[in-house]
């Protein structure tokens, strides 16, 4: 049987967890995972785990966040005035939002607070500085 390598298309299940147990995303009841190694379409810590092994294989792997989504940084954590806001959107916590920056660029947001006159914005990737434990199946090596 071959083993994953660089440059190979493979084909995984997957289910992502956090340290409490909790599955933040699950390929299980869709599709495999289809990607090619080397090329920087996943997070480099689930890539890296991917290497090596053969179809059929099961492995559990713990990623840090430097192999992930990176770590929380305070400086994407802002605080807007609520006048910020269109007339129709009314922020809530969890809420996920696409702002656009003064540069044109789109980033998306998560509203993490809300006060009377203010949101607290969020612009890191939800599982950033976050140890994340993946069970991977791999279905295939093309």
Same mark, same amino acid.
């Given at each position: 049987m071959t083993q994953a390598n660089y440059g190979d298309t493979v084909k995984v299940h ?10 933040f995303d699950s390929s299980i009841q869709r599709d495999p995972l289809e990607f090619t ?29 430097? %192999? ?12 807007? &005035? !609520? #006048? @910020?806001?269109?007339?129709? =959107? ?26 009377? %006159? ?12 976050? &140890? !994340? #434990? @993946?069970?991977?199946?791999? =279905?295939?090596?093309?």
């Amino acid at each position: 049987m071959t083993q994953a390598n660089y440059g190979d298309t493979v084909k995984v299940h997957y289910i992502g967890k956090l340290d409490d147990g909790t599955v933040f995303d699950s390929s299980i009841q869709r599709d495999p995972l289809e990607f090619t190694i080397g090329q920087g379409q996943i997070i480099p810590g689930f890539e890296q785990a991917v290497v090596g092994m053969r179809a059929g294989e099961l492995k559990t792997t713990s990623i840090p966040p430097e %192999a992930a989504y990176g770590p929380h940084r305070d400086e994407m954590v802002i605080e807007v &005035d !609520l #006048t @910020f806001f269109p007339n129709n =959107v009314n922020p809530e916590v969890g809420q996920q939002l696409q702002i656009h920056q003064a540069d044109g660029q789109s980033i998306i947001v998560t509203v993490t607070d809300v006060s009377d %006159a203010s949101a607290t914005l969020d612009a890191n990737h939800p599982l950033a500085g976050k &140890d !994340l #434990t @993946f069970d991977i199946e791999l =279905v295939a090596v093309e």
